[in-house]
Nanobody, 130 residues
Framework: EHLVESGGASGRPGGSLTLSCAVS????????VGWFRQAPGREREGGSC????????LYRNSAKGRFTVSADTAKHTVSLQMNNLQPEDTAVYYC????????????????????????WGQGTQVNVSS
C-alpha cells in the first residue's frame, strides 16, 4: 500500500488550495482515507476522513465549512479542497488509509489520529501567510 500527497504550496489568507492523495496497492472502496496535519511544535491533528465506498465524510471543527474531501476511485485519488485558508492552517498535511471503521465517528477518528494506524503518505507542506 502506498500513498503520495501533492499540491502543497504557499498561499494567502482567504485563498484556496487543493491537495491530492494518490493511492496504489489497494482498492479505495475498501478503505477510509483521512487527512491529518502537523504544525511545528504541535501534535498531529486529524481534520477529516471519508469512508470511500459510501461517500460518507467526517469533519473536525477545524475543517468544517472550509475543507471538502472527495474521492475519484477511477483515478485512485482522494482530494482535500481547502478554502478560506488561515495562517493557522500552516502545517504538513498527510493522507492516510485504513479500515473504514475508524472513520465512523469522533471517538474512532480520535483513535486513528493518536495511533497512526494504517498506511501514511510522506506529507506535503502548506504555508499560509500574508
Amino acid at each position: 500500500e502506498h500513498l503520495v500527497e501533492s499540491g502543497g504550496a504557499s498561499g494567502r489568507p482567504g485563498g484556496s488550495l487543493t491537495l491530492s492523495c494518490a493511492v496504489s496497492g489497494f482498492t479505495l472502496n475498501a478503505k477510509a482515507v483521512g487527512w491529518f496535519r502537523q504544525a511545528p511544535g504541535r501534535e498531529r491533528e486529524g481534520g477529516s476522513c471519508m469512508r470511500v465506498k459510501y461517500g460518507v465524510t467526517l469533519y473536525r471543527n477545524s475543517a468544517k465549512g472550509r475543507f471538502t474531501v472527495s474521492a475519484d476511485t477511477a483515478k485512485h485519488t482522494v482530494s482535500l479542497q481547502m478554502n478560506n485558508l488561515q495562517p493557522e492552517d500552516t502545517a504538513v498535511y498527510y493522507c492516510a488509509a485504513t479500515i473504514p471503521t475508524v472513520c465512523g465517528g469522533e471517538t474512532l477518528f480520535g483513535l486513528w489520529e493518536g495511533s497512526g494506524l494504517g498506511t501514511w503518505g510522506q506529507g506535503t507542506q502548506v504555508n499560509v501567510s500574508s
